[in-house]
């Protein structure tokens, strides 16, 4: 038994057709998958229209490379037009085409009466817990266990450093063979710390302000491997794949952003990402991911610290205090 043939015309119908509904409902559901966010990331007008043309200019490539393939593209189209398919059929398509028309371009050129779209809030706290409104930064606040601590690694020249940058300074170390490791580091604070070593009178204000330079060192190595991408070296939220996002990073540069708020809550916001955020931030939600999944608290921390030096800013003191 002969298999029924599918004409040039249901097939470029069919392809429009396919498209169409994987580009409107495919990559919509596809996010859902993807970023496993309760909603479906839209897909922007111009994005449908791009798609959608270069689909049409391929198909039009397709019907028109041979005048077989043209004649059988044309061949339904001209019998429908001589009543082929029936004149009941030729009249009902032929009065609905400009119909369907008349109608899309009345409901686009209609005035309408729209409920004003809701702001997006930038720092959305409705679940932010009050417990963390008074959180300090450890890091940029060492106890005098740290620095007694420290002081006890200096003086042994066997500082610890975190795994992320520890490679990079043994590399360091073997290249240019320091007589201290703490060398690294060609600040003030550092260098005042390495001459009271060498004197054995080490005070502990010196320590402390040697330590947040460490701290300060290795938090900017974690921003670097795991924020800068989106961030930007200066952290304006210009980096390499800001333009990639609906919604770009905020610019933390910016006196409305990491200023306004308290340290508590970037800590918080930067554990939870972007699936962390109330009902209130939607429907742009954050893209950032919830750190506290792959980061420590100790390293989420110490890139705090490094987002406020970096944007030079300082975090909002809470009412409380």
Request: hydrophobic share 45%; glycine share 6%.
């Amino acid at each position: 038994m002969k298999k029924p043939r599918v004409g040039s015309f249901l097939s470029v119908v069919l392809t429009l057709v396919v498209v169409y509904a994987l580009v409107k409902w495919g990559i919509p559901a596809l996010s859902r998958e993807v970023t496993t966010l309760p909603f479906p990331l839209p897909v922007p007008g111009t994005l449908m229209f791009f798609y959608m043309v270069l689909t049409i200019v391929a198909l039009f490539l397709f019907v028109t490379f041979s005048d077989e393939g043209l004649n059988d593209f044309l061949r339904p189209v001209k019998k429908f037009l001589r009543g082929g398919y029936t004149k009941s059929l030729r009249a009902v398509v032929l009065t609905a085409i400009p119909a369907l028309i008349g109608w899309q371009v009345y409901e686009i050129t209609v005035p309408k009466m729209e409920v004003p779209s809701s702001l997006r809030i930038q720092h959305p706290s409705s679940n932010f817990p009050k417990s963390f409104e008074a959180k300090k930064n450890p890091i940029a606040n060492p106890t005098e266990a740290d620095v007694d601590a420290f002081i006890e690694q200096a003086k042994a020249n066997e500082v610890d450093f975190i795994p992320q940058v520890r490679d990079d300074v043994e590399n360091w170390a073997e290249e240019v063979d320091p007589d201290h490791v703490l060398e690294l580091f060609p600040t003030a604070a550092m260098q005042k710390l390495l001459a009271q070593l060498q004197s054995g009178d080490v005070d502990k204000d010196t320590a402390r302000a040697a330590l947040l330079e460490k701290n300060l060192f290795e938090g900017r190595a974690l921003y670097a491997m795991n924020c800068r991408a989106c961030h930007g070296d200066s952290v304006a939220g210009d980096g390499p794949m800001a333009d990639g996002f609906k919604l770009r990073p905020i610019n933390f540069t910016d006196n409305g952003t990491i200023e306004t708020i308290v340290e508590g809550y970037t800590f918080w916001r930067v554990a939870n990402g972007g699936p962390g955020l109330p009902a209130e931030a939607t429907p742009w939600d954050s893209a950032m991911p919830e750190w506290k999944l792959s980061l420590t608290e100790a390293q989420r921390w110490q890139i705090i610290l490094a987002e406020y030096d970096l944007a030079q800013k300082t975090p909002r003191i809470p009412e409380s205090h």
